[in-house]
């Protein structure tokens, strides 16, 4: 029994790390032809690193040995067709025997791309969309939920209706008290459907995430300035101070604001300067 027993292990295959082969195979869809020179990649599934590589040959296949059993990623890439991929398990080879893979290759008019994501990297992917379309439906929810309160609907559809309506008119033409109106425009804008900014005295509103109109938004003395250069051309700021009645400085700032703005420009007429809300006249020759 012992004799024949170390007969047995003597003429058995020694199983060792390094002794399996992959045998990959290279067809077009369509034709079943041979793809002769297609890149062929086998990476480590648990880690990205490459195992081996080559070219097939003129039968379409090429032959992988001395490779350690385990589970591998094979690609196949060839210019005028889609990348190829699978996922294959490779044992040891015993009695000739070995892993065979056929890839078959779709035609592309744009050329290699790259295989789809495997392993943790496509679960990673997979999770990261997940949460992303749970984060829309959570804040569509929301939304929904905060325009079911009927003041805030018609605060929101005032704004949308009127973009860059101020704080006073919008209490005025909803006729609220300042706190409720105070209290519904802070919860729109903290859940980022309306937004704000300061435009001189007034705060003006917004839907957010819309185009609106870009507008130059006026104060009250800002219009009256205007309208009185509108009407005579070439003023002097303490002129305009006269006819609004407001200091020289008040004057001053707001038409600082309108020149920027380019709805007037000056010219320096001594110690005072001329203000006008038309294009300068041309010059005689």
Sequence with gaps: MAVALALVLLTSPAVQAGDAS???TALEEGTDGPVAGAKV?????SNGSRAASGVTGENGSIQF???DPGIYDVSIESEGFTVWSKRVEVNRSTFGERAEVTGVLVPSTFGPREPPATGPLRWAIVAALMALASM???SKIRHDLLLDNAIRRRIYDHIRENPGAHYRAILTSLNLPM????????RLEKAELVRSRQDGMYRRFFLAGLRTEVRFFLSDIQESILAVIRENQGISQSKIAERIAVSRKVVNYHVG???????IY????GRESACF???????SA
């Design 179 to 186: 706190g409720v109106l105070s209290y519904h425009l802070n």
């Design 41 to 45: 990649i086998i990476t480590y599934a």
């Design 22 to 24: 992959v045998l990959v």
């Design 277 to 283: 809300t038309v294009a300068r006249p041309a010059v």
């Design 266 to 269: 000056m010219e320096s007429h």
């Design 136 to 138: 829309v439906m959570y």
């Design 65 to 67: 040995d001395g490779l």
């Design 257 to 263: 604001i309108l020149d920027q703005a380019g709805l």
